[in-house]
């Protein structure tokens, strides 16, 4: 990683990007890609691109206390869950096949590249979930702003 830091600060003091930024990067990951700026005299990584949905939050134990804590923005990827929490699917059963593909989905479904139960049922629930808030609200409120705004209250609960 020092290496690819070190090309990274050239392109960043020839003025050909600004900051870097990382993706899908665990906690050690981090720590090692920041050792290796720290070495090579670059500025701190700023951004972290990582899957985070209200249905995708496995990195609240670790990355997200971690990124907090050394100030890296975290860029969520798939945050309305390939449309799923935006209400444009009345279930989560109507679905596209070329759209259910994360580990999210069951194994029977069709262009599955994996092999695991899938969270149909557990989706279903923060789908009905985030609908009767966004329908509670006076005008209703789209889902995908209910969706994007558990964004804003997640982090103060770690």
């Known amino acids: ?41 670059a500025p701190p990584i700023v951004s972290n691109q990582v899957c985070y949905s209200p249905l995708w939050r496995a990195l609240e134990a670790q990355v997200v206390p971690y990124c907090v804590a050394q100030q890296i923005s975290i860029l969520p990827w798939g945050p309305l869950a390939q449309g799923v929490l935006t209400g444009k699917f009345p279930t989560v059963d109507d679905v596209p096949p070329g759209r259910a593909r994360t580990r999210l989905f069951s194994k029977q479904r069709e262009f599955q590249r994996h092999g695991e139960e899938g969270f149909e049922a557990e989706m279903q629930g923060v789908v009905d979930e985030l609908k009767a808030i966004s329908e509670a609200e006076s005008p209703p409120m789209p889902m995908a702003n209910v969706a994007l705004g558990t964004y804003i209250r997640i982090p103060a609960q770690l």
């Open 1 to 41: 990683m020092a290496e690819t830091m070190a090309a990274l600060e050239g392109a960043r003091k020839a003025g050909l990007i600004r900051h870097v930024g990382v993706c899908n990067f665990g906690v050690e990951d981090l720590k090692e890609i920041q050792a290796a700026a720290e070495e090579v005299g």
